[in-house]
């Protein structure tokens, strides 16, 4: 059973910088795909950036020019830079991954945005 576990979640005020970290208990190399949700109270999860193959990257538009999805390979994490940090970004943000026909979460981390 594939488990991610999410780290970095926490308090910033708004215009400061985050990073947040999904821990995967297997090599991040063997999944097809990565990708960083978040649900804000009352709403929907949504999509705020993915990772294909390691390589191709998809965001969110409310996502781009202010974050960065990677893969830290050393550490074997997928990462979310976050930067020009708003209060609409505050929500749970949740770590996924796709190997073959599966997928897996991870239980979230917090991300609180106030002055």
């Known amino acids: 059973q594939v488990q991610l576990v999410e780290s970095g979640g926490g308090w910033v005020q708004p215009g400061g910088s985050l990073t947040l970290s999904c821990a995967a208990s297997?090599?991040?190399?063997?999944?097809?795909?990565m990708g960083w949700y978040r649900q804000a109270p009352g709403k929907e999860r949504e999509m705020v950036a993915t990772?294909?193959?390691?390589?191709?990257?998809d965001y969110a538009d409310f996502a781009k020019s202010r974050f960065t999805i990677f893969r830290a390979d050393a550490a074997n994490t997928l990462d979310l830079q976050m930067g020009s940090v708003k209060p609409a970004d505050m929500a749970f943000y949740y770590c996924?991954?796709?190997?073959?026909?599966?997928?897996?979460w991870g239980q979230g981390t917090p991300v609180t945005v106030s002055s």
């Open positions: 996924t991954a796709r190997l073959d026909s599966s997928s897996y």
């Open positions: 990772i294909d193959q390691g390589v191709i990257t």
């Open positions: 297997e090599n991040i190399f063997n999944f097809n795909a």
